[in-house]
């Protein structure tokens, strides 16, 4: 059976796809993944957050003159955090080199000049393809669902416009009108649109007094609103789409394909089971 699909303008052997996660943290893990059958991989994402946060923090540690007491042995910042990206483009350069598979960069930032100045410092690095995480809290009670997708649909246009390689657009399902939105983002230039975004979970401690972050492992079960998202916009945009959340078997990427996927990203089921979860989910698919 040819199993061979196209995901934004990459021929692929098959649609099962590493995505964004530590999985590809470690280069030697990337290997494995590649000799298991993966088609592609999605680093982990760059954000731009973090960068600005790690600056300020350094900046604010050079200023205060770490060790400045009377035995201090040196006036210099202690050297604890990084000072920009530098770390994660020469990731996606070693990567590149370690593996013959199409590797795509994941970005997400805050500002609209971070989204373009570091999408094309990824371009450079060497990646195939850049993968936008779009999201946007829309907490400010002033600022219109209007308003926020005008600024979406700036950002993906200014991005398309800085880039060569194909742009994946990575999507909530959090829109009043979804499909409207999605396609106004494939008008605007998007080659493909990953569907959905998982978000964090938020709980509170509250002996700690502190926010507690987690991201649990998906499941099946979860495959059902990126299956209705894909679904709703298969043959209506010209961008490819994938499936990304709940996919953990061969009948799941059977299905995502059914609706029109041309890709899946699998991510919980690898890091529960393995690398060679590729070879038992493309097994399972032919059998079917």
């Not at 007491?69 to 483009?89: H, Q, V």
């Not at 999605?182 to 959905?196: H, I, K, M, P």
């Not at 078997?249 to 890091?271: E, P, W, Y």
Request: glycine share 8%; hydrophobic share 45%.
């Amino acid at each position: 059976m040819n199993l061979g699909t196209t995901y934004l303008g990459i021929p692929l052997p098959h649609p099962l796809i590493v995505g964004s996660s530590p999985l590809t943290d470690d280069v030697d893990n990337v290997r494995e993944l590649e000799d298991e059958g993966a088609a592609a991989l999605v680093l982990r994402s760059l954000y731009e957050e973090d960068i600005t946060g790690e600056q300020l923090a350094a900046f604010f540690s050079a200023e205060s003159h770490s060790d400045s007491f009377a035995e201090a042995s040196s006036y210099a910042p202690d050297p604890e955090s990084s000072l920009g990206p530098e770390e994660y483009l020469e990731h996606v350069r070693r990567v590149k080199a370690a593996v013959g598979i199409p590797v795509m960069a994941s970005l997400n930032c805050v500002t609209s000049g971070g989204w373009t100045l570091y999408a094309q410092m990824l371009e450079q690095a060497g990646a195939d393809a850049l993968e936008l995480n779009l999201y946007h809290a829309a907490s400010d009670p002033t600022t219109s669902g209007a308003e926020v997708e005008r600024e979406m649909i700036d950002i993906v246009s200014e991005v398309k416009g800085r880039l060569r390689i194909p742009l994946a657009v990575k999507l909530t399902p959090f829109f009043t009108a979804f499909a409207h939105f999605a396609n106004r983002v494939d008008a605007d230039g998007a080659d493909g649109l990953v569907l959905f975004m998982r978000l964090h979970r938020v709980d509170i401690d509250v002996l700690e007094l502190e926010v507690i972050r987690s991201l649990a492992l998906s499941d099946s079960s979860q495959l059902q609103l990126p299956l209705r998202g894909t679904a709703a916009l298969a043959g209506r945009v010209k961008a490819s789409l994938a499936v990304s959340g709940g996919v953990h078997t061969g009948l799941d990427v059977i299905k995502a394909t059914m609706v029109g996927a041309h890709a899946t990203q699998l991510v919980s089921t690898l890091l529960m089971n393995g690398a060679s979860r590729f070879a038992s989910s493309a097994g399972r698919w032919r059998r079917g």
